[in-house]
């Protein structure tokens, strides 16, 4: 996810940087060049934006999975902790 997150923020950066070279006239080599640096600080801000989203979600998802489900969660035939019967006590 890092990296697709990166290659797609450089790409679209590049895209960007050719289209306003061009629509600035200039000139081949200096909008080649801007793009190509524009592109190579996108993907390394991609990287870190991804980076940093990949924690953020690994870090809800294993929240997610520790936290007990709530009632209206709980897999079918499962009684509550209201049905349940309490210690001690004989059914």
């Known amino acids: 996810m890092v990296r697709k997150t990166a290659a797609a923020l450089a790409l679209v950066m590049f895209a ?7 629509g600035a006239g200039n000139t081949f080599s200096t909008i080649l060049t801007n793009a190509l640096f524009g592109m190579g600080a996108a993907l390394v801000v991609g990287l870190v934006v991804g980076a940093m989203a990949q924690k953020m979600l690994d870090e809800n998802l294993a929240a997610v999975a520790k936290k007990p489900p709530a009632d209206g969660n709980r897999p ?8 349940a019967p309490k210690a001690g006590v004989k059914v």
Do not use: H
């Open 76 to 83: 079918a035939g499962e009684p509550s902790d209201a049905e």
């Open 16 to 22: 960007v940087c050719v289209a306003a070279g061009l």
